[in-house]
DNA sequence: CGATTTAACTTGCATAAAGCAAGTTACTAT
DNA sequence: ATAGTAACTTGCTTTATGCAAGTTAAATCG
């Protein structure tokens, strides 16, 4: 699993595929917690591999996997703190497509705004949206 | 190719993958320019993945080729300014790795250290060490 | 209470991408 | 002229991704 002693190639041997910072999005940016919510991403990914994807994320613990109370058939996905930490990963992908936008990208103009003000807020705030739930 | 109007999804069609932001760190934070180069890293890419790799690259504009003049047989590999501008993604990979070491990393502590102090700062001059290749 | 939905998966099979070893071509150095 | 080097390509094997269908347990509906 680790190709190397690098920092970044530790990172991506984490998240360097298509689809784990896409799952890190959909808890992190839009509140998603169960496992069908993030089968319904924009970018459709299969069951099964959204299945391997959890399960890999997991186990590099950046989120975790419990059931739910209120319905036993449901599991909740949350980001552990690691996984929180991706956060300004994520931002700087948002900034590079903004800045190299193709034409038809759907960038968040505010959070374009708000990284140019003051980043260090914009990611305490989206911190403290995910620690809180309010989506 | 564009699975979604996402701008995180649309940075991972481009570099979703384990060997795409590899060689952009050698391009990038090694000042590796040749093939045989980037060859020489320390994950060890297979030659015909790096070549299809760097085709890709090229053809995200995130890098050129170019004839060295000095020699014909080698080709010399550029970031664009698109490609420069993935250093802070680089470095927010670092930065994470660096706070969830495993224990076995090489994390460049000067320029943890220097990212905390002034990150604008920093990554003005990574960038400048590329244009004037001073590796 | 039994029948239908829903949630979270798994399984089997097809296709695409990654990895390995060897070979090729053009140029440079000896 | 000969040997080496740089930048690849080719053929083959292995692994990962993707699709469609199926399974299980729990919740909801009539």
Avoid at 4 to 9: A, E, F, G, H, L
Avoid at 57 to 86: F, V, W
Wanted: glycine residues 6%; proline residues 4%; charged residues 25%.
């Amino acid at each position: 699993m680790n190709r190397s002693d690098c920092p970044i190639s530790n990172a991506l041997d984490h998240l360097g595929d298509k689809w784990s910072l896409l799952i890190i999005r959909d808890l992190a940016l839009f509140g998603k917690r169960s496992y069908s919510a993030l089968q319904g991403s924009a970018e459709g990914i299969a069951t099964n591999i959204l299945s391997s994807r959890l399960a890999s994320l997991e186990a590099s613990q950046l989120l975790t996997k419990a059931p739910d109370p209120a319905d036993k058939r449901r599991q909740i996905y949350r980001l552990t703190e690691a996984g929180k930490d991706l956060l300004p990963i994520l931002l700087e992908m948002i900034l590079w497509s903004a800045k190299h936008n193709p034409g038809d990208l759907a960038i968040p103009d505010d959070l374009v705004q708000m990284a140019a003000n003051d980043r260090a807020g914009l990611l305490a705030r989206l911190r403290e949206r995910i620690d809180s739930d309010s989506f």
